[in-house]
């Protein structure tokens, strides 16, 4: 049995007996009609797909001792670290060291689990979006969306993992985007302060993109903050000036992958207009939250996107009596 196969049975298993009722983290209400066959056509595509899911990652041991500031923040030997433009911000300090301590990754230091899991789920990623094993680059491939049924099931977290293990790598960078722009929380996650961000650009293409794309402590990583609110969000990010902002930063930065953490695709329109851009879209499940029948509906919703991977978290390895998270990727 495949891993993304081992990931809907658990979802048949674990989803709640009434899934109409409403979040108790968000108040959505969870009322889905029935519609089965999107994700179980989904588990088969992804079964006989050409990448195939490697084997969940085993425990790892003893969580080791968080590194120094200076090892922590230290580049990659022979990473490319993102260009710096006259007159931008002085780059950001990410808490590494905090990030450490909860578990998350750190582009340097001992392996931990969390490591070994995202190294798991970024391979596929990578090899569409650089074209590598063989095959021909994805179309859009750097460009990864991060979203989730409904809100409190691990998005950012998965989000801010995976562009930190991206980070990691030895020939590219990448760039974080907070895409949630009714909710961002990368900046309380990482433990910095933002202020213009993605929202700012759309209303009138100002300030400058080397003003809005924030370097940081780890030199392969930068953060596109969302910038304010505002009540048109589903409208700007549809409008032609987000197509301008993407090809700038394909432009400005041709050997970065881009990561949007994107808002939840079944309440809220603008993740559903954010994958229209997309060239990969990774959707996270909560294990034992998420009904079965919204987890078809959120699929259903981005299924004209060629490319969709499930990640399943939360999840605990009955053999094991360990933590994993469960990748399942393929075409939708």
């Known amino acids: 049995m495949s891993l993304i196969e081992r990931a809907v049975a658990r979802l048949a298993e674990t989803a709640p007996k009434n899934p109409g009722e409403a979040d108790d983290a968000g108040g959505d209400e969870r009322a889905a009609a029935p519609r089965k066959t999107a994700i179980e056509a989904l588990a088969d595509r992804l079964a006989d797909a050409s990448v195939r899911a490697p084997a969940p990652v085993s425990p790892a041991g003893p969580q080791a001792p968080a590194p120094s500031a200076a090892a922590a923040s230290a580049p990659q030997a022979g990473a490319s670290p993102v ?68 809100p409190g099931e691990g998005k950012s977290f998965c989000a801010i993992n995976l562009a930190m293990s991206i980070a990691s790598e030895r020939d590219h960078g990448v760039i974080l985007v907070d895409a949630d722009v009714a909710r961002p929380s990368i900046p309380r996650e990482l433990g910095i302060n933002t202020e213009a961000g993605l929202m700012d650009w759309l209303i009138n293409g100002h300030p400058d993109l080397s003003q809005l794309v924030l370097s940081t402590n780890v030199d392969t990583l930068s953060i596109l903050p969302a910038g304010r609110r505002h009540e048109d969000a589903t409208e700007l990010l549809a409008s032609d000036a987000m197509s301008r902002l993407l090809e700038q930063l394909s432009e400005r930065y041709p050997d970065r992958i881009i990561v949007f953490d994107s808002p939840p695709l079944l309440v809220t329109t603008e993740a559903r207009v954010l994958a229209s851009y997309m060239g990969q879209i990774v959707m996270v499940v909560e294990a034992g939250r998420t009904p079965r029948e919204a987890v078809s509906q959120a699929l259903a919703t981005v299924e004209s996107n060629e490319i969709v991977g499930l990640v399943l978290n939360k999840a605990h390895n009955v053999e094991t009596s360990g933590y994993y998270r469960g990748y399942g990727y393929g075409s939708a």
């Open 83 to 150: 260009p710096q433009v006259a007159g931008a911000p002085e780059p950001v300090r990410i808490h590494l060291e905090a990030m450490r301590a909860r578990g998350m990754v750190v582009p340097s230091g001992p392996p931990t689990q969390a490591s070994q899991e995202f190294r798991v789920i970024k391979r596929p990623l990578l090899a569409n979006a650089l074209g590598r094993g063989g095959q021909e680059a994805v179309r859009h491939g750097k460009r990864i969306m991060v979203t989730s049924a409904f």
